[in-house]
């Protein structure tokens, strides 16, 4: 029998990203971030959008903001949602 091997892709990291984020899980979505660059994926504007999402969901305005810094660093241009997420995330910080 042949044996298949999967490898993940900037898709699959991604719908686990946004899977963290509705399971309210914003360590675990930061960590596949961090994880995602040290395989030598590059991360996309919908990784980055469910990485704030997620910190927004967690309350993690900081974490957040920093994304969306990280970012405009990379030249990766944030869009509506990406914005969205990261308001909604500074209007619940303390």
């Known amino acids: 029998m042949i044996e298949a091997?999967?490898?993940?892709?900037?898709?699959?990291?991604?719908a686990g990203i946004s899977a963290c984020e509705k399971g309210e899980?914003?360590?675990?979505?930061?960590?596949l971030l961090k994880e995602m660059r040290e395989a030598t994926l590059e991360p996309n504007v919908i990784s980055?959008?469910?990485?704030?999402?997620?910190c927004e969901k967690g309350?993690?305005?900081?974490?957040?903001?920093?994304?969306?810094?990280?970012?405009?660093e990379i030249k990766l241009k944030p869009d509506a949602?990406?914005?969205?997420?990261?308001?909604?995330?500074c209007e619940k910080g303390e």
């Open 5 to 14: 091997t999967l490898e993940p892709d900037v898709i699959s990291y991604s």
């Open 25 to 31: 899980q914003w360590q675990r979505a930061l960590a």
């Open 48 to 54: 980055y959008s469910a990485g704030i999402s997620a």
């Open 59 to 72: 309350d993690q305005w900081h974490s957040a903001l920093m994304l969306l810094s990280e970012m405009w």
């Open 81 to 89: 949602l990406s914005y969205n997420a990261g308001i909604s995330a």
